[in-house]
């Protein structure tokens, strides 16, 4: 009986780069250029908001362009992180958990030096990062455990 996986279908993978690769593009726009389309200034529910002034479960109104591109990037990451492998192994379920122990460390670290070295809004920003960091860090760690693992596989192959 096959068991229970919480990855999802590997077709989903290069929907993945497209989502993060778009929510780059209009994140990058927003921010460096500064561009605040007119039809993305929207009046939406917010639990909590603080600008000029605090606001607490009111509508407001809002840029939603930051909002579309940070969970395109989010999700975006996020499928490309969890999505199944061509050919998947028993092994592999061991060097995700790898990942996750090693991502979590450096995760970890990022936050206090951040704690340590940035203060006010820069420390929002570092914050920020923070959320989509840790899916990069994860798919870089399990990469490279799994490339170790295939160039140790073919090494003892050729003995």
């Given at each position: 009986?096959?068991?229970?996986?919480?990855?999802?279908?590997?077709?989903?993978?290069?929907?993945?780069?497209?989502?993060?690769?778009?929510?780059?593009?209009?994140?990058?726009?927003?921010?460096?250029?500064?561009?605040?389309?007119?039809?993305?200034?929207?009046?939406?529910?917010?639990?909590?908001?603080?600008?000029?002034?605090?606001?607490?479960?009111q509508?407001?109104k809002?840029?939603?362009?930051?909002?579309?591109?940070?969970?395109?990037?989010?999700?975006?990451?996020?499928?490309?992180?969890?999505?199944?492998?061509?050919?998947?192994?028993?092994?592999?379920?061991?060097?995700?958990?790898?990942?996750?122990?090693?991502?979590?460390y450096?995760?970890?670290?990022?936050?206090?030096?951040?704690?340590?070295?940035?203060?006010?809004?820069?420390?929002?920003?570092?914050?920020?990062?923070?959320?989509?960091?840790?899916?990069v860090i994860?798919?870089?760690?399990?990469?490279?455990?799994?490339?170790?693992?295939?160039?140790?596989?073919?090494?003892?192959?050729?003995?």
């Amino acid at each position: 009986m096959k068991g229970f996986s919480f990855l999802l279908p590997k077709s989903l993978k290069p929907l993945g780069f497209v989502f993060t690769g778009i929510g780059i593009i209009l994140a990058f726009i927003r921010f460096h250029f500064g561009y605040k389309p007119e039809f993305m200034e929207r009046k939406v529910f917010a639990l909590y908001s603080l600008y000029i002034q605090s606001k607490t479960l009111q509508v407001i109104k809002n840029q939603l362009l930051e909002e579309i591109a940070g969970i395109l990037i989010i999700v975006g990451l996020y499928l490309i992180a969890f999505t199944k492998e061509k050919v998947e192994n028993e092994s592999f379920n061991a060097l995700r958990l790898k990942s996750f122990f090693i991502t979590a460390y450096l995760n970890l670290l990022f936050l206090l030096i951040a704690l340590l070295f940035t203060f006010g809004l820069g420390f929002v920003y570092m914050l920020m990062l923070s959320m989509g960091l840790w899916l990069v860090i994860y798919t870089l760690t399990f990469r490279l455990l799994l490339f170790r693992n295939r160039k140790n596989q073919h090494h003892l192959s050729n003995l």
